[in-house]
């Protein structure tokens, strides 16, 4: 599937400002000269959550506005595989960071292991939605 220019630069300001958080994060700890610290924040399950969340709604969205049949069942199915793969876990992981005591380095590496995948779902199941929504 080729992607248009047009959807690359939409997909991307929106990604963009999704790191907004991240990117406040990196001055902080540069400035404090804390480099390692920002792996230890949760704002990578929160962004995370975030990137499958728009997702599921981009891919939605564009399949409501497409002229095109879909069968529901192949629509269910990548809307369950996102919320099972990729929502829960990361709210999972978010919630054991956030109420845990002690740093865990699994549950950090998790985290981005997370956003690496919500970032690449977000890039290919989102830019099918806003090919959808562009029709």
């Known amino acids: 599937m080729k992607i248009d220019k047009t959807i690359k630069y939409i997909l991307t300001s ?3 400002f999704t790191l907004l958080p991240i990117i406040i994060l990196l001055i902080v700890r540069s400035y ?3 480099f ?3 792996f230890y924040n949760t704002e990578w399950s929160i962004i995370a959550l975030i990137l499958f969340g ?3 709604v981009k891919f939605s969205s564009g399949i409501t506005n497409s002229k095109e049949k879909f069968r529901w069942q192949l ?3 990548v809307i369950s595989i996102i919320i099972i793969f990729g929502l ?3 709210a999972i992981i978010l919630v054991l960071n956030l109420s845990s005591k002690t740093l865990s380095n ?3 590496i998790a985290q981005i292991i997370l956003f690496i995948i919500s970032s690449l779902t977000f890039f290919i199941v989102g830019a099918l939605g806003q090919k ?3 029709e």
């Open 75 to 77: 629509v269910a199915l």
């Open 132 to 134: 959808m929504l562009d």
């Open 36 to 38: 390692s610290a920002i």
């Open 32 to 34: 404090e000269s804390n």
């Open 54 to 56: 728009q997702s599921i």
């Open 106 to 108: 699994g549950t950090y």
């Open 88 to 90: 829960i876990p990361s």
């Open 14 to 16: 929106e990604f963009l």
